[in-house]
């Protein structure tokens, strides 16, 4: 008899003691974060290296502006039209200076060419150089700009991605771009915030990756009615389709994903190239916004979807972002996806996809073991050697929507997506907006490696202070100084440059390479640098993260006094190239031999 | 010495007597206690194949062995005895559906809790909230940072939906428990279009929640769930439009999981009300309240 009232004793402390639970966790286990206020001095101190923002100081006033669809959506339209900010790094002119190319997206607005001056400053040449009045009413809008020298001149090549007409710009040797979309055959339309240049069957000519998001047959401004919404909001397959343009070589292109094993209707927002699979040939990672992620393993110019193979392409989520890099300096690339979290309503979490060790390709997310993983409404993100200490970073832009701050859309978003495809799909059935904001002003995370397997976000710490709604980051040595700065594009918001200051201490070394049998850009070679008994992976990409492309120039921190054994340079064509007696605190420039 | 404390008072009851089986529609004499753990394991295994609803197998295992071994200890506990895991078993597998959460940890204590709340919140012998409504409930107030619900991930196929519905409304028909769940949507339904018509939102909008995966498990294995649910089919039906109203509120406030806050409400009140006027009959009829040994079960 006197068991029964002991054992309730104990069951209702037991019982309080799981109801204690979320409490502890959340106390001793909060993700690694410091909150500071930024001070300059003691930031270099304590972590290496201090951002300020310093966009208008150097001559760009620029400001997002979103498009403005078909009057059906009205309601919805922040939602609808929440993407368009874009940036990429390039050096059009080969001065040997990062310039930097940001979209805009209202119609008749105007995109932006900020040529680098050399003293900190930039000067808009977009307009003198025919690529800046791209946006004009009835060629749709801008979403994404990557660069490739598709003709291996020398000269960087535009290819701009639309809600609209795709523009494909030749370089005339930095003095001028002509539009020859018409003649390289791109189609006249498609809805797409994803393009990468890389050369998927090695010949040495750089072929172009299109993923689309809404239906190509969509024209945004003209809408035949209002079922232009994703059927699902996990497993939608109803989004625009994909496009491999294999070059030919003549400045014309041709279309060839379905010979070539790409097939997909999912709502593509972010795609990038590497060669995941050690076949030596880069493989096409997509993030998907409402689905799985795909993995296209390039078989030597044949691919297969093997997204579940490799663990990566089971549980769906809202896929905006791809970047790869080498985390723990073991040779190999982890990836990164950005999803959503918001608190109380939907914790997707981001991904970082880690490969597991063996010969086969399989990946385990530790984005949470490692502390990346809750960034709010995530959009874009890159690693990058922030501190120059050997270990790579990470910079994320979240935030979606900004609008009333007290007033949330969550709850009729979620009312709404949680439906079956007849209601959902249906961009009507959705309630107006109403001015309200949808995880808006949020902080962004700089998440800093600390080479034993944890990242501590230091953002506010740091200077990454603003609240815009980010979507796309761009990483450059702006100025040459042997640290990375961040160029981020926001949504309605001004595009922000930050200026790196790293602490001296640290040791830091800058490739840029050159193909010659390879293509020119030398899009895809790969850099293992060997250093004090470390090693690190780095490659040339033809666009990564979200709608963004981070310089040509690959960018490596040593840490202090550091000792280079040598740096192995795999190129496209399969040229392995080894450069020993390499210094540090210098730019290499290399060419294929 | 139990005889003169239950003529005093109601009787305190086995904690967990002898019949262990729960949830849904177990009680049901007309269908095997096996058949709702089958149709619930059909539906994660349906909704997993054709569109990876789960986060994991891993995380909806953990969900089922944590609900499983708690049940079992507490069981054996306070019953002396093993459990049937049947019920544990719904409670853990409707866990590892309804919570989305990408870490580990969520599951295993959200099953306990929910299990848990079986044996420390009992009111004259029985338990009053749905295991799994409860802890998870418990969850999105204390761990919001870590955990959802599921709301907006899983597939909107139309013929999955329609399978869905149509078995699980044969089942809960066969443990005559479907004016429950049609009394529930219908008020739902009814009340969508007055909220749409508050809020000028698009009825579709409002309908919009009912035609999602939540509440095909809402609807089949939480409020017609029979250890906390009242006794009387009218009262059924109360309960029922009464947590479709107070959901019609939550929403009108924008709660994004009004349906599982209006039952963690309704449906304890609802109990304690039918005990208190079971007691007040008893005692005016000079009658003994025994307490309903199924009911009193786990």
């Given amino acids: 008899m006197k068991r029964i009232p002991i054992a309730r004793i104990l069951v209702t402390l037991f019982f309080a ?134 003709d291996n001149d020398g000269y960087e090549d535009l290819f701009l991605i639309k809600w609209g007409k795709p523009e494909l710009f030749h370089n005339d040797q930095g003095r001028h771009f002509t539009p020859v979309s018409d003649q390289a055959g791109l189609p006249r339309w498609i809805n797409a915030d994803t393009a990468v240049w890389f050369d998927y069957d090695h010949d040495g000519k750089l072929d172009l990756f299109v993923a689309g998001y ?92 093997a997204g579940k193979e490799a663990g990566v392409g089971f549980a769906p989520k809202s896929g905006m972002n791809v970047s790869f890099g080498d985390i723990f300096n073991q040779g190999k690339f982890s990836i990164y996806v950005s999803n959503i979290s918001e608190e109380g309503v939907l914790i997707q979490g981001n ?36 501190n120059n200490d050997g270990n790579l970073d990470l910079y994320l832009a979240n935030g979606y929507i900004s609008l009333d701050r007290e007033r949330s859309y969550w709850y009729d978003f979620a009312k709404v997506a949680g439906g079956n495809s007849a209601i959902i799909g249906d961009a009507a059935n959705w309630p107006a907006f109403n001015g309200r904001s949808l995880s808006g002003y949020q902080q962004k995370r700089m998440w800093l490696n600390d080479g034993e397997g944890k990242f501590v976000d230091v953002a506010q710490a740091v200077g990454a202070t603003d609240i815009y709604d980010g979507r796309s980051v761009a990483l450059a ?45 030398a899009i895809g070679a790969e850099i293992t640098l060997y250093w004090d008994g470390k090693e690190q992976l780095q490659q040339v990409s033809g666009g990564n993260g979200f709608a963004s492309q981070n310089d040509r120039r690959l960018h490596f921190g040593l840490g202090k006094n550091a000792k280079i054994d040598k740096a192995v340079i795999r190129w496209p064509s399969g040229t392995v190239q080894t450069l020993d007696n390499l210094s540090p605190n210098r730019l290499y420039t290399v060419k294929e031999p | 010495m139990s005889q003169p404390a239950a003529q005093s008072n109601p009787p305190l009851p086995q904690i967990v007597p002898k019949a262990p089986l729960t949830r849904g529609t177990l009680l049901a004499s007309s269908i095997s206690p096996f058949l709702p753990p089958i149709f619930i ?157 508050i809020a000028g939102d698009p009825w579709q909008a409002e309908i919009s929640p009912i035609t999602g995966p939540m509440y095909q498990l809402f609807v089949f294995f939480m409020i017609t769930d029979p250890k906390t649910t009242v006794r009387s089919r009218m009262g059924q039906c109360l309960v029922a439009a009464a947590i479709a109203v107070l959901e019609f509120f939550f929403r009108l406030d924008n709660s994004i999981y009004a349906p599982l806050y209006a039952l963690f409400w309704v449906g304890p009140t609802a109990l304690l009300i039918e005990m208190t006027i079971n007691a007040r009959r008893a005692r005016t009829d000079g009658i003994p309240a025994i307490p309903d040994k199924k009911a009193a079960s786990a």
Wanted: with cysteine; charged share 15%; glycine share 8%.
């Fill in chain 1, 17 to 150: 003691a799981l109801l204690a639970t979320p409490w502890m966790v959340r106390h001793f286990s909060v993700p690694a974060k410091d909150a500071g206020t930024p001070d300059a001095q003691d930031t270099l101190a304590r972590y290496g290296f201090s951002l300020r923002e310093v966009a208008q100081s150097a001559g760009i006033n620029f400001v997002h502006q979103a498009p403005t669809l078909d009057s059906k959506l009205d309601g919805i339209m922040p939602e609808v039209a929440s993407m368009g900010a874009s940036v990429s790094i390039v050096d059009y002119n080969r001065d040997g200076w990062p310039d930097i190319y940001v979209t805009n997206s209202a119609a008749g607005s105007k995109n932006h060419l900020y040529r680098n001056n050399h003293d900190g400053t930039f000067t808009d040449v977009a307009e003198q150089l025919g690529i800046a009045d791209v946006n004009q009413p009835g060629t749709g809008v801008s979403m994404d700009a990557v660069w490739g020298d598709y």
């Fill in chain 1, 214 to 305: 809404y239906p190509e047959d969509v024209d945004l401004w003209h809408l035949r009615n209002t079922r232009m919404m994703p059927d699902s909001f996990e497993y939608a397959q109803n989004g625009g389709r994909k496009y491999l343009f294999h070059n030919l070589g003549n400045g014309h292109f041709e279309e060839v994903s379905a010979k070539v094993g790409i097939n997909s209707r999912r709502w593509a927002l972010a795609s990038a190239a590497a060669d995941l699979s050690s076949t030596g040939y880069p493989d096409l990672f997509v993030a998907n916004d409402y689905g799985v992620s795909e993995l296209y393993i390039n078989d030597h110019g044949h691919f297969h979807e």
């Fill in chain 1, 351 to 386: 991904n970082l996809w880690v490969p597991q060790q063996g010969p086969a390709l399989k990946y385990d997310n530790m984005a949470r073991d490692l502390g990346v993983e809750l960034g709010g409404w995530s959009f874009g993100a890159q690693f990058g050697d922030f």
């Fill in chain 1, 477 to 521: 040595d702006l100025w040459n100084t042997g640290a990375l700065d961040i160029v981020v594009a926001n949504q309605r918001g001004p595009l922000l440059i930050y200026r790196n200051t790293v602490s001296t201490d640290n040791d830091w070394i800058e490739f840029s390479l050159d193909g010659t049998k390879s293509n020119r850009s």
């Fill in chain 2, 41 to 197: 394991t059909l539906i994660l295994l349906v909704g997993n194949l054709s569109f990876g609803i789960l986060e994991s197998y891993s995380k909806t295992l953990l969900a089922i062995s944590t609900a499983i071994a708690v049940e079992m200890v507490l069981g054996r506990i306070f019953l002396h005895k093993w459990p049937h895991p049947a019920s544990s078993y719904i409670t853990g597998i409707s866990v590892g559906i309804l919570l989305r959460s990408p870490a580990f940890w969520p599951y295993a204590l959200c099953s306990a809790l929910s299990i848990t709340s079986k044996y420390a919140l009992r009111a004259r012998g029985r338990h009053i909230w749905n295991p799994s409504n409860f802890g998870i409930c418990a969850m999105l107030i204390l761990a919001s940072q870590a955990v959802a619900s599921l709301s907006i991930q899983w597939g909107n196929n139309f013929a999955s939906l329609v399978a869905i519905w149509v078995l699980g409304s044969v089942i809960v028909s066969r443990a005559k428990r479907l004016h429950i769940t049609l009394t529930y949507v219908a008020c739902f339904i009814a009340l969508s279009f007055l909220r749409a018509h």
